[in-house]
């Protein structure tokens, strides 16, 4: 019915608008049509029966009636009565003489507008409809924002390529279930742009104005990635340097029982000497095996040597995989793994130290008891005087 209407008003010799009326001067070609108009209160003639077939008539379309066919004189009266919902039928513009169809830049920023509305509404507290205007109550971390989800014509002529672009950007980010950072991000500062603004004009506000909040949006939303990425890496870095810190105390917990032996064994060999016969059999064979004591005690901590230095390199390893900008931080975190690094490295030359220092000290000991007393104090004090100078060297090196 609608094509059948529009192309008797497009071949009608005169029309105008008066008081909400169509008046279309028609010549009669169908007069069934004519009573189908009448009994659907399309036009408001009340003589039609007066008039016959090839009779000129002037035609009074009721333009509130037409609108429920989809037949509108502007586009702002079809805003009015579809703010909210795209209609699913064709739609005519009277001021336009053309389908909604055909005015493509005004049907995408429309469609355009109720999927944001739309989109805004599924993620608002609370919505509801009063005078016809849709309200929405966003709460977005404490902050509340009521939006009065009104726009106008003009606010749709407002809307060029590059925002529209962007308005379908954003109805695509709030349609998705992936970002939910960005999608929070974007929501939070919508209250906070829109709550300034004065409650009746905010949605027409931020249409006409969204160029600029989408910009403002994005870089709180970059913002956010940047202290979320800081604070993710600063996680991730002192979590990794606390796993590497205990698996280098590990190295010396890991062998404080086989460590306590070092002192025993010094302990047992210097009790066990027979002082009275210093040269016995028996205190060669002593002092033998506290050598062969120590040799197995030093490939334990030449494996405990080993174990740090496999660590260092799983730690070097590590650091090699981070971008130049991170050093710094990496740094940081990593600062009391290399103090501990050096702390073990320093304990285990402790450990050899005095680990030799036993068979020296006992050697010394027979020495000194028999007739070489000089050479026992001397072979004690340059193994001293050499343990030392190493520790120092040592100490500097790292």
Not at 9 to 36: H, W
Not at 64 to 91: A, D, V
Not at 220 to 229: A, C, I, V
């Amino acid at each position: 019915m609608l094509n059948q209407i529009v192309d008797i008003i497009n071949t009608s010799s005169s029309k105008s608008v008066e008081d909400n009326v169509l008046f279309c001067q028609n010549v009669i070609d169908d007069k069934s049509f004519l009573d189908t108009l009448y009994n659907s209160e399309l036009i408001e003639n009340s003589d039609i029966d007066d008039y016959s077939v090839g009779d000129s008539i002037t035609l009074e379309f009721s333009l509130p009636r037409l609108s429920s066919i989809g037949f509108f004189e502007t586009r702002e009266s079809f805003l009015r009565k579809n703010y909210y919902n795209i209609p699913g039928n064709e739609i005519y513009i009277f001021e336009r003489s053309s389908y909604l169809s055909d005015d493509l830049p005004f049907q995408q920023n429309y469609s355009l507008i109720v999927n944001l509305i739309s989109e805004i509404s599924n993620f608002s507290k609370h919505t509801y409809e009063d005078a016809e205007v849709l309200n929405a109550i966003i709460l977005r971390e404490e902050i509340s924002l009521y939006l009065p989800l009104k726009y106008s014509y003009e606010d749709l002529e407002s809307l060029n390529v590059d925002v529209t672009n962007r308005i379908e950007q954003f109805v695509s980010l709030l349609q998705t279930n992936a970002f939910a950072d960005k999608k929070n991000v974007y929501l939070n500062f919508l209250v906070e742009y829109l709550i300034p603004i004065e409650e009746n004009t905010r949605f027409s506000y931020l249409i006409q104005n969204y160029y600029d909040y989408d910009d403002k949006a994005e870089s709180s939303y970059n913002y956010y990635l940047r202290n979320f990425s800081y604070n993710k890496l600063k996680v991730e870095l002192d979590s990794k340097a606390l796993e590497f810190n205990q698996k280098l105390q590990s190295v010396i917990n890991d062998s404080q029982t086989k460590l306590i032996a070092i002192p025993t064994a010094l302990v047992f060999t210097l009790s066990t000497l027979d002082y009275e016969n210093i040269n016995a059999f028996k205190n060669y064979l002593l002092i033998i095996g506290l050598i062969i004591f120590c040799v197995f005690i030093q490939i334990f901590i030449n494996n405990q040597k080993s174990s740090i230095g496999f660590i260092s390199d799983n730690i070097l390893q590590y650091k090699s995989t981070f971008e130049q900008n991170k050093i710094i931080e990496l740094e940081k975190s990593f600062s009391k793994v290399e103090k501990e690094k050096i702390k073990q490295s320093n304990r285990i030359l402790l450990m050899q130290l005095f680990l030799w220092l036993s068979p020296i000290l006992a050697m010394g000991t027979v020495l000194f008891l028999n007739t070489f007393k000089l050479m026992g104090i001397i072979m004690v004090f340059l193994y001293i005087i050499f343990s030392l100078i190493i520790y120092i060297i040592f100490t500097l090196k790292t």
